[in-house]
């Protein structure tokens, strides 16, 4: 039997893609026709037109900006608006997305982050956000503390899930609760977001982080918290990580109010 040595069939596919070169410049849509073989992503395709920057009508034009580093769905920075739908573009198989010649792609940055350019956001609120909840165990490494305080393999098990969130913010660009603040001095009353809320979880059952749990429930008491979450769950199902967002706000819904009633009769975190 002869092997087949021919080289693997390409075909031409149209991305689509919502250009602006600056935070208050005009917005415009420029096409560009990309040659794709089988299993080939968004990312190598926006790599392709970053090399050959032509749109399909023959026009020279800039290179597309967008962000991206792990390109295996781990980092969460190549997150974007893709036919309509937030996901990451580092996992969109084109096999999938425009399996035949001639289809077209959409591209569009996401909506609820300050844009930078092009496809390109700024995702520094989400980050603000982490540190707003302490999504850290606090433990102080210059010397050694001995052994930790034991987990469960249930409570391993929960945790493991809830560990896999890569700050992409596709969860918050599908939540309609959570909207577009330019203004760093609305960030704190703002609502916060599904993934720091289940960050919080993920260290508040930490046997460790927990020891910092009256804190992280404070904060999402406060203006911006979970009491701002509408229960849309459009964040579970735009999650790429498939992490139970909802289970998260309910389980966090209820440790809060339950160390709301604690501190109302005691007076004490």
Not at 84 to 89: L, M, N, T
Not at 175 to 185: A, F, G, I, N, W
Not at 241 to 269: H, Q, W
Request: hydrophobic content about 30%; glycine content about 8%.
């Amino acid at each position: 039997m002869v092997a087949d040595t021919s080289s693997p069939r390409t075909r031409t596919i149209y991305l689509k893609i919502k250009r602006q070169d600056g935070p208050n410049k005009p917005k415009r849509w420029e096409t560009f026709a990309v040659p794709v073989e089988p299993g080939a992503n968004v990312i190598s395709c926006l790599q392709w037109i970053a090399a050959h920057p032509v749109t399909s009508d023959g026009k020279q034009t800039t290179p597309v900006v967008w962000d991206a580093c792990c390109l295996e769905e781990v980092c969460g920075a190549c997150s974007m608006v893709i036919n309509g739908r937030v996901r990451q573009s580092c996992s969109c198989l084109l096999d999938e997305y425009a399996p035949n010649d001639g289809d077209t792609i959409t591209l569009e940055p996401m909506t609820k982050y300050p844009l930078v350019r092009d496809l390109f956001v700024d995702r520094q609120r989400l980050f603000h956000s982490l540190i707003r909840i302490k999504g850290w165990v606090p433990i102080d490494g210059t010397y050694d503390l001995g052994k930790g305080p034991p987990a469960t393999p249930e409570n391993q098990e929960i945790r493991y899930k809830l560990s896999e969130c890569m700050s992409c913010g596709c969860c918050m660009e599908a939540c309609p609760q959570y909207l577009l603040e330019p203004d760093e001095s609305k960030w704190p009353t703002s609502f916060i977001g599904a993934a720091p809320i289940s960050q919080a979880r993920f260290f508040n059952e930490h046997p460790t982080g927990s020891t910092l749990l009256a804190d992280r429930l404070e904060e999402l008491m406060s203006p911006g918290g979970i009491s701002d979450c509408g229960n849309a769950q459009n964040c579970a199902k735009a999650c790429p990580k498939e992490i139970p967002l909802t289970e998260s706000i309910g389980a966090v819904g209820r440790s809060v109010t339950g160390y709301s009633i604690k501190r109302f009769f005691t007076g004490k975190k």
